[in-house]
């Protein structure tokens, strides 16, 4: 099982994924606003989405787990 992390403490401002969704090495999945900039997250490794842990609006920390792969 694969995650994808919050590289910096942020709000959510896009979902770019859902889960059932094939997704690329690289790929963004999420993007965050942290002090006025977009913040894009790509998933590391390719692999299928097994869960959206956030909401469009959700505040999260540096490191939180965003999303889940299988």
Do not use: H, R
């Amino acid at each position: 099982m694969k995650q994808v992390t919050a590289t910096m403490a942020g709000t959510v401002i896009q979902v770019l994924v859902s889960a059932g969704d094939n997704v690329g090495a690289g790929q963004d999945v999420i993007v965050m606003e942290s002090m006025k900039m977009e913040v894009p997250l790509q998933a590391e490794a390719a692999g299928t989405v097994k869960e959206v842990k956030v909401n469009i609006g959700d505040f999260v920390n540096e490191g939180d787990i965003v999303l889940v792969l299988e």
